[in-house]
């Protein structure tokens, strides 16, 4: 595994958040991943594709839940490994495969699935991006299959707010309205089952609480109150997703991919 030391004021914000402690790093947090999963109504032996699985928690939360199987696709090969590892200390070797790869590359995965899992993918990736990623992912669904997206929302100026999130996430975030979220799909020949808004709260106390509890809130808190550099990014976040609170929000869309 590697031992580089973070650069708290270049990193992205997600490996920022990370390193404070906080695991759950989506931005509707775990009750927008809950209603995903609850659309979905996986059954068992039904396969799932999850895309930049990390350290494979979801992957392992998903099939052990479901009694679904799991293709993990992550390009990290530190994360890899820590992911394969963890799988393996589940007991769930059998029914989640991680594969070491670019998600931009799906083609190395030479297989259909039921379910595609993507959690703050696309936000991360430029319009052209966005397109080639969609109908990458239209093609690696069977007919009937269902793909569920949780996404940053743009409820402001779009060209404005990508300015605002890049220089404080310090990587390039680039949300839609829910409109043009809605359109990505449709183009590709999906259709739209499900859908739902809300705010952007994923450092806000109260959520705090509710995705990581209480014992690991007080943890978080104080890793950032005892590391300036760790403390000055996550409060700028912090800042800019209060003083945007009104422009940002998350959505969650169950699209299908029809006969």
């Known amino acids: 595994m590697s031992t580089t030391t973070l650069n708290y004021q270049t990193a992205p914000g997600h490996q920022v958040l990370a390193a404070a402690g906080k695991t759950t790093l989506r931005p509707g947090g775990r009750s927008a991943t809950e209603q995903l999963l609850n659309w979905a109504n996986l059954q068992p032996e039904q396969t799932v594709l999850e895309l930049a699985a990390s ?66 993918i696309l936000t991360m990736q430029s319009q052209p991006g966005k397109e080639k990623m969609a109908r990458l992912l239209q093609a690696k669904l069977k007919p009937g299959g269902q793909l569920l997206s949780h996404e940053m929302l743009a409820r402001g100026d779009e060209k404005q707010l990508h300015k605002t999130l890049a220089q404080v996430i310090r990587v390039s975030s680039q949300p839609l309205s829910q409109k043009r979220w809605r359109s990505l799909w449709e183009t590709v020949g999906l259709q739209i089952k499900n859908l739902d808004t809300g705010a952007l709260e994923m450092l806000t106390l109260p959520q705090l609480i509710r995705d990581e509890g209480l ?26 997703f209060l003083e945007h609170h009104d422009d940002l929000g998350y959505i969650v869309l169950q699209v299908i991919r029809s006969e």
């Open 215 to 240: 014992g690991r809130t007080i943890r978080i808190a104080r890793n950032i109150l005892a590391n300036s550099q760790l403390r000055n990014r996550v409060f700028q976040m912090r800042r800019t």
């Open 55 to 120: 350290f494979g928690e979801s992957a392992i939360a998903i099939a052990r839940q479901f009694g679904v199987r799991v293709v993990g696709i992550e390009k990290n090969p530190d994360s890899v490994a820590k992911a394969r590892a963890n799988i393996e200390a589940a007991g769930l070797s059998d029914r989640i495969e991680i594969v070491e790869g670019d998600i931009f590359k799906l083609d190395a995965i030479d297989r259909q699935f039921d379910c595609i899992f993507a959690e703050a």
